[in-house]
Structures are given as C-alpha cells and as structure tokens.
C-alpha cells in the first residue's frame, strides 16, 4: 500500500518561489507514475507536472509539464528521501491553489499522465497562496 504526504506550501509575494514535497511511503510498482495536481477555489482540478519512472536494469524516466507552468516548475525525484518535489519558482496568483500529488500504478506515459481516473492514491494537499 503506497502513502503520500505533501509538505512545503506556504503563501509568497508573485515572482517568489516555493517547493512542495510528497513522501512516497510503502512498495511502489517497478512502473509508475507520480504527479503534483492542483486545485483552486471554484476551479477544476488540474495537472501541474509528472514523471513517470520504470525501474530495472535499464531504468527510464519521462516527465511532463502542463504547458502553464513550463519553463517555472520542475519536479524532481529525491531518491534517498523517497519524495517527489516540485520546485516552483516565477510564481503567478494564478497558481494559488491546493496542491496535491497522486500515485499511478500505470504507465501513464505520454498523455495520459493528466488523466486523473488513472491515480489511485492521493495525499491530502498542501496550499500555496501567491499574492500579487
């Protein structure tokens, strides 16, 4: 059973920057995907990034941007803390919302890794508030 904990949100002036975590506790599969959805009030909620990792003799990773936040956020996995960070510096008051990360045990490669129905666990979010 996979556990995720986000960790790190906060309220920053625009242009600042923030990181955000997510613990990953518990077996991954030797395929999956992780990523850092967000939700703001009165809004759907919406990839942000991903990065979608197989492991093995040739181990690959794939990581994705939603095309508001490129060239702003990276996502970064920390092996020896077993977290998924995403780094968001240039912030917009856009980008307040809840931020949460989600596990796929799927390959959601490509595309498909905006595709919310393929996550199956969720952490319980971390607000970033970013004031103009």
């Known amino acids: 059973q996979v556990h995720l904990v986000e960790s790190g949100g906060g309220s920053v002036q625009a242009g600042g920057s923030l990181r955000v975590s997510c613990g990953v506790r518990?077996?991954?599969?030797?395929?999956?995907?992780i990523a850092w959805f967000r939700q703001a009030a009165g809004k759907e909620r919406e990839g942000v990034a991903g990065?979608?990792?197989?492991?093995?003799?040739?181990?690959?990773?794939?990581?994705y941007y939603a095309d508001s936040v490129k060239g702003r956020f990276t996502i970064a996995q920390d092996n020896a803390e077993n977290t998924v960070d995403l780094l968001m510096t240039g912030l917009k008051p856009e980008d307040t919302a809840m931020y949460y990360c989600?596990?796929?045990?799927?390959?959601?490669?490509?595309?498909?890794?905006?595709?919310?129905?393929?996550?199956?666990?969720w952490g319980q979010g971390t607000q970033v508030t970013v004031s103009s």
């Open positions: 989600a596990y796929s045990p799927s390959p959601a490669y490509g595309g498909r890794w905006i595709v919310q129905s393929l996550y199956t666990v």
């Open positions: 518990g077996n991954t599969n030797r395929i999956h995907c």
């Open positions: 990065i979608c990792l197989s492991a093995g003799a040739t181990s690959t990773t794939a990581i």
